[in-house]
């Protein structure tokens, strides 16, 4: 009973972190609704790709004991799985728009490889209609401020 309580209250506060801004548990319920839903790629950066998806939600803790919500582009071929997480920090833009993360630290260095130098990182995930759409832009300082763009969008 006690762990039960305990995911209630980590998805409250989840749901309650991210409804900061207006509209924040309608863009989690909308989302839930897609979620195990297999559907295709309608546009997506890397054209390594199988042509569908699947999207799949998985609840994880964070270190101070709130919990997340990661969203993962499944069974898309993709060398890297497009995934995005939702937690207390994440902030929505609009009513489809939700701001993941402006960090682009990653083991190892950053989205612009061991040596780091990523500048303007933002990485969104946008629900519109029935679609969604995982995206990073940043440009690279040793790649001469080339402007990254990765983004996929799957349809359901």
């Known amino acids: 009973m006690k762990n039960m309580f305990g995911k209630i209250l980590a998805s409250t506060l989840l749901l309650s972190s991210i409804s900061a801004s207006a509209g924040g548990n309608d863009f989690v319920s909308r989302l839930k609704s897609l979620d195990g839903r297999e559907g295709k790629i309608v546009s997506s950066y890397d054209d390594e ?3 569908r ?14 919990q ?12 890297f799985t497009p995934s995005a997480g939702l937690d207390k920090e994440t902030k929505l833009k609009d009513a489809n728009t939700a701001v993941v ?54 349809q359901f």
């Open 49 to 51: 790709n199988t042509g």
């Open 53 to 66: 998806c699947r999207l799949e939600l998985q609840k994880y803790e964070l270190e101070d004991g709130s």
């Open 68 to 79: 997340g919500l990661a969203v993962y582009l499944q069974d898309t071929g993709m060398y």
């Open 101 to 154: 993360s402006t960090n682009s630290e990653r083991p190892g260095g950053d989205a612009c490889g061991d040596f780091g130098g990523a500048l303007g990182y933002k990485k969104v995930l946008i629900l519109k209609d029935n679609q969604v759409t995982i995206r990073e832009t940043f440009r690279c300082v040793m790649d001469g401020f080339k402007k990254y763009d990765l983004s996929t969008t799957c």
